[in-house]
Structure formats: C-alpha cells, structure tokens
C-alpha cells in the first residue's frame, strides 16, 4: 500500500486534499503508526478486501477500511461499524456504481440496530442526525472517505452530482429502539433480535414534517406521504425504488396507540403517497424518461404510488422528544437498500 | 518525515481487449441499446437510417433499457450477443448512466461484440475513467455537444448532431483500436 512521507511542518489535511483525498475538513493523519496498531488491535489481515469501490473499481483493503476511519476520527472499537456499511454497500441491488458517480444528489444513508452502536454511545436520541455526536460524525465520514477516496470519487471528478448534498460529508445514525413500539428495523428485515446489523439506503437528503397536533394515524401519515409526492423526484420518474420514513418516537407512539402495526404504516403511505398521473404528464415527466409502458394507458386522473409495494416504504423510529419526522426519498428503481450483520 | 498511508485501495488490475471489428459496415446487423434518456430513442432512430442509407447495414433489433442508472441485464446483453453484430449505445449524457453505458459496452466487448456508445462532451471525462477502470481504456466513444436532451424536439439539429458523430461512430465499429 502507499505510503507518504511528510515532514512535520507540512499540514497533512494540505498535502492530502492535494492530492484529491478528504473533505476539505481537517484529518487526522493516518500515520503508519497508528493504523498498523488499529490492524492488530481488531486482528485483521491487512490485504483482505471488502469488495471493490466504483468508479475506480479499486479494492477496499481492511488496511485502507482502517486508513480512512482514521483520517475521519474514528476511534479503533467505531471501525467494524465502517467496515460492515462497506460491505452493505457491496450488495448489487444497492447500486453503488450510481450512487457514486450518478449526477442526483445521493449519498448513504446509515442507520445501526443492535447493542453494539448503543453501547458506543451513538445517538438515536435528541438530534440524532447531527451534529455533536461524535460516533455518528466519524463513522459516517469514515465510509464517505472510503468511498471517495478508494473509489476516486472526489466531486466534479468520478462523483458527479450536479449540486451534491451536506449528507455526503456524513449520514449515519441509529435507531432508537429504546422508544420504538415495534420490532427493531433489522428483526423486520429478517435478522435476530441480539444481531448488530447496518443497513445502507441511497438517499436523496430528507424532508421534514410537523404535525398540527394531536391528530389520528390517519392524519400523521397524510403529512408524512405529502412530503415526497413532488414532481420532479426521481420516485416518480424512476419508478420501482423505496422511500424510508424516519419517525419521531412520538409520531410512532400516535400511531401505535391506535393499534397499527409496522405493516400498517406501510400499506397506509403506499395509499396515500401518489401523484395524478395527469399532474406527471403536464409537469413534463411523461413521455420524456423511464416510464413503464403499462401507464401510457392509464388517464389523467389515475394515481400512482411512489413505490411499487408497501414492502418498499422503510420504516425506522429515530429522534427524541418533539413531533418532527423526516422522510427520506431516495434515487428510485436504479437502487435499493442494504441490510447486513455488523461482524464484530 | 512522518510516514503516512495514502487513503487508496489496491488499485484493481482490469484489462480486457475490444472485440475484433468487421472492418467495414456492409452486412452488418446493428442493434441499438437505448438506455431510456431523454433524445436517445431519436438519435439512436437516425444513426440506424444513417447507417442503413448507404451500406447494406441494417438494424437488427433495439433494447431500451427500463432504468438508464443500471446495467442493460444479463439476458439482454446474452441477446444481443447471439443477435447482433454490432451495438450502437446511447446516451451517455448523465452520472449514473455514463458509467452504466461504459459497463454495458464493457460486456458487449467481452462477448465480441463491437459496441459504439455516444456520450456527451461534459461527461467524456467520466466515460474515460471509468473505461479505463474497467478495463478498456480504448474503448470506443463518439462525442457529441452537451445537452443533448433538447434535441428530442428538434429533429433537425438532431440531424446535424447525428450527422457530425457518424465518421467517429462508424471507425469505432469498424476499425481496429489504434487505427483510429
């Protein structure tokens, strides 16, 4: 693996965004020193890859795993966090090759189950997206520096999103399983309750709803499928792709207290989250992209969901106190989520 | 001096050779891969008429791809790959379907098929890296001006767009790499 040489009154972040490696913030230097001793404290075999990153298609070493959690300020026991995202992303279905390079604003969203992320203290709580955690800030911009800097993929060069989006500096989090009246999110996506999982999702940033006040389900999830029916996203013109709801443990409670169940928030946002076809056609969005052929036929006052199944509307209960939920569209059909034990 | 690792991977070691071309388009079966954006149906349309007119070309078959941000299949390109003897690729205009038109041209190449994609000048760069990454770094390309969407309604500077890619696009179907 490369290795530099730097003497001690260069600036390391200086000398690696030079060379087209960082975020522009301040690294920490990923002395030799430092990374071989993370090597043998988590005993990994240095060459062993975790697949490899597009659009350089060059591997990702557990070495260079370690290389990039460092430079982002992780400390050694948040690593096999970043490692276990890296593989979630490997997942075709997940379409990291898009993700990476596509010219919409997408990055992946992170978001731990299980005791592990708890027990490192990151937040699903009270500002769980950010800032001021620092488990959350140094994973999340752990796996960014993977995928941009093992995957040359430095904006305007192998990332070419037009306008690009903060999350890409980073976008972790942790469900908040301690206040979620349902099944944790990885035990309804077919994991064991005591498994440390990660799953990633190609987000385009997120939307946020308030509710009026002490309103029925009903009510929540019309608030909720509004925020994500616009025009113009890629749910609609890309057809086949999933939508995560983020849920505010409060919002979650309201609806639960009525009896609902996980599934039922499912099915209800798949009902209610379409656009009239009439509203597409005159908006522009029809003929011009990847329309299935079967709506050609459909009129002008047909709806149609911004998913094709509720099984494609994520659900996960993430927040502290307050009633301010966030949905996340994503890049539609070109790429789904990833779901994958966290091996320790 | 601080020693320090570079943030890299194992750089991948790809390479793969182009399919051997024709040399020369009389006889040749073109089929036409339309990843879906916006203009490709049209321009492909017309490079087909302006391969056809002419030659003893003609095109065999089209597959439109459902999404542009994702590879054409393994059964549409196994198709193409009994079928035709040559593929025109468009349109490399955006991020995610610069690289997916390079991957799907990639194993085309590898299943001998000459395959010629049509990518748009702003996203040449791309196109290049990637090709390279996959291990093609000849592999063939037609430039054309960026946006080439608003051309979809209008034919005619369509026209004069498709009639300035065809010397590039027919050397890149029929003659070998370096004889470019």
């Not at chain 1, 002395?31 to 001793?37: G, I, P, R, S, Y």
């Not at chain 1, 309804?188 to 309103?215: K, Q, R, W, Y």
Request: aromatic content about 6%; hydrophobic content about 40%; charged content about 20%.
């Amino acid at each position: 693996m490369t290795t530099l040489e730097l003497s001690p009154e260069l600036d390391p972040t200086e000398a690696y965004l030079e060379r087209g490696w960082g975020d522009g913030l301040p690294i920490v230097p990923p002395t030799v020193e430092v990374v071989d001793a993370y090597l043998a404290e988590l005993d990994w075999d240095p060459q062993e890859t975790l697949g490899a990153i597009p659009p350089s298609w060059d591997a990702a070493t557990r070495r260079a795993v370690v290389v990039n959690a460092v430079m982002a300020g992780c400390r050694v026991e948040e690593i096999p966090l970043v490692a276990a995202a890296i593989e979630a992303c490997q997942n075709p279905d997940f379409n990291l090759f898009t993700v990476q390079t596509t010219t919409s604003p997408v990055a992946p969203l992170l978001l731990y189950n299980g005791s592990y992320a708890r027990a490192l203290g990151m937040n699903a709580g009270a500002g769980a997206m950010g800032p001021g955690d620092r488990v959350s800030a140094t994973v999340g911009r752990a796996v960014r520096f993977v995928l941009s800097n093992v995957g040359a993929a430095a904006p305007g060069k192998g990332d070419r999103a037009t306008i690009g989006l903060p999350a890409k500096f980073s976008w972790c989090t942790r469900e908040h399983e301690e206040a979620s009246p349902w099944e944790p999110f990885h035990v309804a996506a077919g994991f064991g309750p005591d498994d440390d999982a990660v799953t990633v999702l190609g987000g385009h940033g997120m939307i946020t709803v308030c509710d009026p006040g002490d309103v029925p389900p009903e009510q929540v999830m019309a608030a909720l499928a509004g925020a994500c029916i616009g025009v113009g996203t890629n749910l609609f013109f890309r057809p086949g792709g999933q939508v995560m709801l983020l849920l505010a443990p409060e919002h979650a409670q309201i609806i639960a207290t009525e009896g609902w169940t996980r599934s039922d928030v499912q099915t209800a946002y798949f009902e209610q989250a379409r656009q009239s076809v009439g509203q597409l056609r005159r908006s522009g969005y029809h003929p011009m992209r990847d329309w299935p052929e079967e709506y050609d036929a459909l009129p002008d006052s047909a709806t149609i969901p911004v998913v094709a199944d509720p099984a494609d509307v994520l659900v996960a209960i993430v927040g502290g106190p307050g009633r301010y939920s966030h949905v996340v569209p994503t890049h539609g059909a070109s790429g789904r989520s990833s779901t994958i034990r966290v091996t320790l | 001096m601080v020693k320090l690792y570079a943030p890299t991977g194992e750089t991948n070691t790809l390479v793969f050779d182009l399919a051997s071309r024709p040399g020369g388009l009389d006889g040749l079966n073109v089929w036409l891969l339309d990843n879906g954006k916006a203009s490709a149906a049209e321009l492909l349309e017309q490079v087909g008429n302006a391969l056809a007119s002419g030659h003893d070309t003609r095109v065999g078959g089209t597959h439109r791809k459902r999404v542009s941000g994702a590879g054409a299949g393994a059964s549409a390109l196994r198709r193409m790959a009994e079928e035709a003897g040559a593929v025109v690729n468009a349109l490399a205009d955006c991020g995610g379907c610069t690289s997916w038109s390079v991957h799907d041209a990639v194993e085309l190449e590898r299943a001998g098929v000459p395959t010629i994609s049509v990518v748009a000048d702003q996203f040449l760069e791309l196109f290049a890296t990637t090709a390279t990454a996959l291990g093609m770094p000849d592999l063939p390309r037609a430039v054309t001006p960026y946006p080439v969407a608003p051309d979809a309604s209008d034919p005619e500077r369509l026209g004069r767009r498709v009639t300035a890619l065809m010397p590039d696009l027919i050397k890149g179907l029929t003659s070998p790499p370096g004889h470019r």
